[in-house]
C-alpha cells in the first residue's frame, strides 16, 4: 500500500508557498491540492510562479474553508494574524502546519511586546532539532514552524547550550540574509535597484520579531543562565540563504577548539539535516542552496572569550518550507527525511 | 528487479561534474562510482564541493583507465582533447557521456578553424529535441553532449526551422550568461569583483567555438537555406543561467505573431523538457535554475521582418548535465525525464 | 568673474533625479536650488536619498511653477505625459532639460503608436555627438535628453552608419541593462529576489518604446536605406548599466576587422565622452559605472555578412543625467565637459 | 600660486591603486607620476584598468627606487613585506602612503602573532578620527593606512569609547564586505561563480589580520577597560563595501537610546567624513559607493544590555585609498577633504 496525502497550501503564490510546492511535488506521498492565494486568484500559477512547471495550469483559489476542505494537510503561508480563523475551520484532525509566528511564542507577553496584538495560542514547535521536540511532534495536528533566523541561530548553539559549552547568556548573532526571507512586499527599500550592490542592517537594538523566538529557542535548549541576546539581521544581495554568525561567551574559558567541535560532533551525530563541516572549514550558503541541510562549524576565541558558531542554510527551504515538510513528516511517523533534499544547488 | 547502474564522473570536482553528481544522487537507478580529478586528487569531496552534503566523505582519485574500469556509465567531464584517450581505454561497451566539445563536430574543418588542433571524430550528438535524434542516441554507448550556447540556441530556434518560419539565414544570437559556464578556471575576468555590477561581450565576431554548432545544428533541424550565424555571448552577474534572444528573418514577411506561437506549440507538444510559456509571458533564468527545463517564448516583429524568440535554460543543467542525464536515460532504454527536475528554483 | 548658474530638479528623488545631483554637486558652475518630488514632499532629502549626503538636510518640495521659478535651469525628471505642463509655466527663457521622453520624437504617428497618447512635440534632441547636434544644442532653451537604450545603440552604431560601413537596414541590437532604468517602480518584476541571480527580456517583438527613437537616431545619423531594427531589451542583475550588443549587414562583404576599426577610430576622433577601446578589448558596464563615458568596440563577422558593435555605458549617467548635463554645458556655452566625471567606479 | 604635486603609486594596477588613482585624477593638486605594477610591467594601464580612461595610454613601470624617484608623493599599495624597502629608498623627504599592512601595529609581538614575520616598524597610523592623530599626521612624511575592516569597526566605535557609552571590553564585530578588500588575487573562493548568490565567514575565531589593529585602536580611542574583541568578517556578494555590525557591553545599562545617538552626534560634530545619519536610518553600503564618507548608526538593546552601532563604507575609497589621500592632505597642510568625494554612487 502506497500513502497518499492530500495536501493543500494556502498562500501558495507567495515565496513560501512556492517553495513548499517545489518540496511538495518531489514528495513520495503527496498529492497536491488545492493552492490558494488573495491577490491573484483565477491566475493560472504559471503566470505568478513559473518555475513550478507541473503546476503551470492549476488554478489559484480563494483562501476559504470550502477550497481547503478535504485535504489531509493543509499550510499555511499566510500574513501575520490570518492562520487561527483559518484552522480553526479546518477542525482538530487534519494537520495544518503554519509556516507564520502566530502560534510560535509561548509567553503571550513576548508576543504583545514584539508584534502588538493580541496572542492567538501557542502550537508545537516545529523545530525537531530541540531537545525532546520529536516526540512533541509526533501524532500532533498543529505545528508552528520556526522563522527562519530563529532557526539558523538555533541549530547554530544548541550543541553548545546541551552540550555546556556556554550558558546562553549574552549570546550576539548578526545574520545576513537575502530579501527572499521578506516576501513579495512591494516595498521600496526590497527593490533589486536598491538591494544589488548594497549590505544594510535593519531591526537592530533588539526589535526584530525574531529575537523573543531565539531566547525561548536557548531555554528550550537548556540555557542554565537567563538568556539574553543581541540579533542584528544584515540584508545583503542574494535572493535566497542566511548566514549567522553566532558568538557567547565560554562557559569554561580554557576550552579548545577541539574540545569544542568534539561537542559539536557529538551532539549532532544523529541529526540527519545539520551537517558540522570539516574543523576549519567554515560555511557558506551557496552550499545549501535549495537543500533542507543547514551546515555549520564551531570555534573558541580564547583571546575574547567566546564561542564563535557559524551556521548557513536556505531561509525558504531547511528556514521555513524545509522544515515545515520535515515536521509533517514527523506529524504523521513517516521518515523525518522523506522528499527532503540533501544536497545544494551550486554554484 | 531493479536496475542499478555503477556510474563513474571523471573531472567530478569541477561544475560541470558537481552538477552531474547533484543529479546523479536523485536517479533512480545510479549508484555514484569512481570521482576523478587532477589538481584535487586525494582530497575529500566534501572540501572540494560541500553541496554534495551525501558524498562528503567520498575521496577524489585519479583520471586513470584503472579507476573509470568496472562502470555500466562514465561521463566525462575533462578539459578539451582529453576524451579521446580515456573513452578508449574504456572499451566500446560501457556507455561514455563525453560533457566536452571534442567529438561534437561533424565537420572537421569547422573543428580545425575554431578548436586549432586535429579532430578527435565524432559521436551522437546529444540534443534528443533535434529531429530523429532520439533514435540515433536509443543503444548508443557514446554521446557528445553539446554546448550550453547551442542547446539554448537550438531549442530556441529549431521549432521555427523545422515549422518553416524562417529558413536558417542571417540568424542573429545574443546569450547572456552566467560565468559558471566557463568552469573554476582562475582567470582575472572571472573574478568576482570583476563580475558582479558588470555585463561584458566576449567571443564577439564569429569567434566564440559554439558558433559552427549552433551552425551545424540550424542544419540538423532543417534549414533550407545555408546557415548564417551572428553569435554574440554576454557575461552577466549570476552564478548560472543563458538567456538567449534569437532573431531571424521571416519567411513570410505577413506571419502573425499567433501563427508563430502556435507553429512551436505544435512542435513541442511531445517534448518534456521544453516548455513554451503562454503567450506574453517571457522567460527568466530563475524559473530553470537547477532544473531540466528550457523555457520558450517567441513572437514576430513585423516592422524588422523578423521572428524573435528567447530561451532561458541553466547551463549546468539543461546546458551540461541535465542534457547529458537525459541521454544516459535514452541510450539505456529508461524513461527519457527518469531523475531529472522539472522544477526550478526559484527565487 | 564666475557664472554661477542656479539649477532646480524636478524630480529629484527618483533615481534619474538623484544621479542628476550627484553631478550636478560637483560641477563648478552650479548652485543647487529647489528640489522637487510627489510623493516625498516634506521629507529631509537624506531619508530618501541618502548617498546625497551634502543635500541631506534639504527638505522635498511639491512640484509647482512658484517652487521651479527663479531659476536659471531647470531639469525634468518625471513622469511621461508632465513635462509640457511644467516647460510652458517656466517662460520660454529658462533653460529646461527634460529627461524624460515627451519631446524625444519627431514622428506624430510614431509617438502615439508606442506611447498611446497625443504627441506633445518635439525639442531638440539631446545627443550631442549626432551629426550637427552641437549646434543644435547651443543656445537652445529646451532640451529632450535621450532614451537610455537610444544613447546606448546610437553611440554603438553612429560611426558605423557615418562611416559608410552599414546602410542602417536590417540592425539588430539586444541590450542587457539593469533595473535602475526602471526607476523607483514598486513593480512585482522589480523586487530583489525576481532580479538577483536571473536574466530576462523584455518588450521584445518591436514594442518597447524606445525602438522608434533608435530608428530615428539611425536616420539622423545618415543612414541611407530605410532604417529597420530588431530591438530586445534584457534585464540583467545589477543595479547600473547598459551593454548593447549591435549588428548590421555590412555594406561591403570583404571589410576587414582592422578596416571597420579604421573608420570607426576616425569617426570619434574628437568625441570626449566615446572611447574606442584598443583592438580586441571588449566593454564592461563596471568600467563606466558613475562616469559619462561610453566605450565601445566594434569587429566584423565576414561569415555572417554582420558588424557587430558592442557599447557600455551607465544608464544613468552617460544614458540620463549625465547627457543632460553635457547638454546644458552645450546649451549654455560652457565646455561641454564641464564637471562631468571621466573615470568609472571599478571594480 | 597652484600647488602641483607629483605622485606616483606603486601597485597602480591591482584595486587600491586602481582606486588611488581614481582619486587623485580628481585632486585639484596632483599631477598622476609614475604607475608601477609588477605582472603587468609594460602594458598600457588601458587594458589592465580600463575604467582610469585618462590614463589609459600611460604604461604600467617596474617598482624600482629609479622610477619613484622624483615624487613628492608615493603611494604604496604592494603585497604585504614589501614596503620597508621601497620606502628606505625613497629617501626621508618624500612623503610614503603606504596602504600595506607593515607599520600598522605597535607591538611587535601582535605583528608577528598574526603575520608571522620580524616587525617592520611603525609609522603614524592613517585614521585622523583617532583622538590627537590629526596631530600626529601634519607634517609627517610616512603614514601607515589603516586596514579596511579596522577603519569601519573603530569609526563605528570609537565615539562610544570617547563619550563613555562603552569601556572597550568584550567587543563583538561582525562585517560584511565585497571581495575586493581581497585584491585580485586569483583564489578560487574568489570566483565570482563562487560569490554570487552566496555569504561565507572567513578569519573566524580571533585570527583575521584586522584583529589586533581593531583592538589598537580601541585603546586609543580611550579605552578604559583592557579591550577584547571577538571580529568576524563576513563574504557577500558585492564588489565593494563594508557594512559592520558592532556591539558592546553598556557603561550604564540604564541609558536610553536618545542619549547614545546625543554622545554620538557631540563626538562627530567635526568629523567631514563620519555622518551619523537621522536617528532610525539605518546605514547602507550602497549610499557611500565610491565616495569616502562613513555612514553610522547606534541604538542601546537594554534586554541585552549592549550598545549596537552599524558602519557604512567604501572598502576601497574611505577603507583605502580614500583614507590614504586624506592623510596625504594632512600631511601636506591641505584642507583634509581636498579631492575626496563625499557622495555615493546610487543606486
Given at each position: 500500500m502506497h500513502m497518499v496525502l492530500k495536501v493543500a497550501v494556502a498562500g501558495a503564490t507567495g515565496y513560501a508557498g512556492g517553495e513548499l510546492l517545489r518540496l511538495l511535488l518531489s514528495h513520495p506521498h503527496v498529492e497536491v491540492g488545492a493552492l490558494t492565494g488573495s491577490s491573484s486568484v483565477g491566475a493560472r500559477l504559471g503566470e505568478v510562479s513559473p518555475h513550478l512547471t507541473p503546476l503551470?495550469?492549476?488554478?489559484?483559489?480563494?483562501?476559504?474553508?470550502?477550497?481547503?476542505?478535504g485535504h489531509d494537510v493543509v499550510f499555511l503561508a499566510l500574513p501575520h494574524g490570518a492562520s487561527a480563523a483559518v484552522a480553526e475551520a479546518l477542525g482538530p484532525d487534519v494537520l495544518v502546519?503554519?509556516?507564520?509566528?502566530?502560534?510560535?511564542?509561548?509567553?503571550?507577553?513576548?508576543?504583545?511586546?514584539?508584534?502588538?496584538?493580541?496572542?492567538?495560542?501557542?502550537?508545537?514547535?516545529?523545530?525537531?532539532?530541540?531537545?525532546?521536540?520529536?516526540?512533541?511532534?509526533?501524532?500532533?495536528?498543529?505545528?508552528?514552524?520556526?522563522g527562519c533566523y530563529p532557526t539558523t541561530a538555533t541549530l547554530?548553539?544548541?550543541?553548545?547550550?546541551?552540550?555546556?559549552?556556554?550558558?546562553?547568556?549574552d549570546v550576539v548573532v548578526v545574520a545576513a540574509s537575502g530579501p527572499s526571507g521578506a516576501g513579495k512586499s512591494l516595498k521600496p527599500h526590497l527593490l533589486g535597484a536598491e538591494l544589488m550592490g548594497s549590505a544594510s542592517a535593519y531591526g537592530v537594538g533588539g526589535v526584530h520579531r525574531h529575537t523573543p523566538e531565539i531566547v525561548q529557542n536557548l531555554r528550550a535548549a537548556g540555557a542554565t543562565a537567563a538568556p539574553t541576546l543581541s540579533f542584528t539581521p544584515v540584508l545583503v544581495p542574494m535572493s535566497r540563504g542566511i548566514l549567522a554568525t553566532c558568538t557567547a561567551p565560554l562557559a569554561d574559558p580554557d576550552v579548545t577548539p577541539e574540545a569544542a567541535y568534539a561537542v559539536y560532533a557529538e551532539?549532532?551525530?544523529?541529526?540527519?539535516?545539520?551537517?558540522?563541516?570539516?574543523?576549519?572549514?567554515?560555511?557558506?550558503?551557496?552550499?545549501?542552496?535549495?537543500?533542507?541541510v543547514v551546515q555549520l562549524q564551531v570555534t573558541v576565541d580564547r583571546a575574547a572569550g567566546r564561542l564563535v558558531a557559524v551556521a548557513a542554510l536556505d531561509n525558504l527551504t531547511k528556514g521555513t518550507a524545509g522544515g515545515a515538510v520535515q515536521c509533517m513528516n514527523l506529524a504523521l511517523g513517516l521518515p523525518e527525511t522523506t522528499g527532503l533534499p540533501l544536497v545544494g544547488v551550486a554554484p
Open positions: 503551470a495550469d492549476r488554478v489559484v483559489e480563494a483562501t476559504t474553508p470550502d477550497v481547503l476542505a502546519v503554519d509556516c507564520g509566528a502566530d502560534f510560535r511564542l509561548v509567553d503571550p507577553a513576548a508576543w504583545e511586546q514584539f508584534y502588538g496584538s493580541p496572542h492567538a495560542g501557542t502550537w508545537p514547535y516545529g523545530l525537531p532539532e530541540l531537545p525532546g521536540q520529536r516526540d512533541v511532534l509526533k501524532g500532533t495536528t498543529r505545528v508552528a514552524v520556526p547554530a548553539l544548541f550543541p553548545a547550550v546541551r552540550g555546556g559549552l556556554v550558558d546562553g547568556h551532539q549532532l551525530v544523529d541529526e540527519p539535516f545539520v551537517q558540522l563541516l570539516a574543523q576549519g572549514q567554515w560555511p557558506q550558503t551557496q552550499s545549501v542552496l535549495g537543500s533542507n
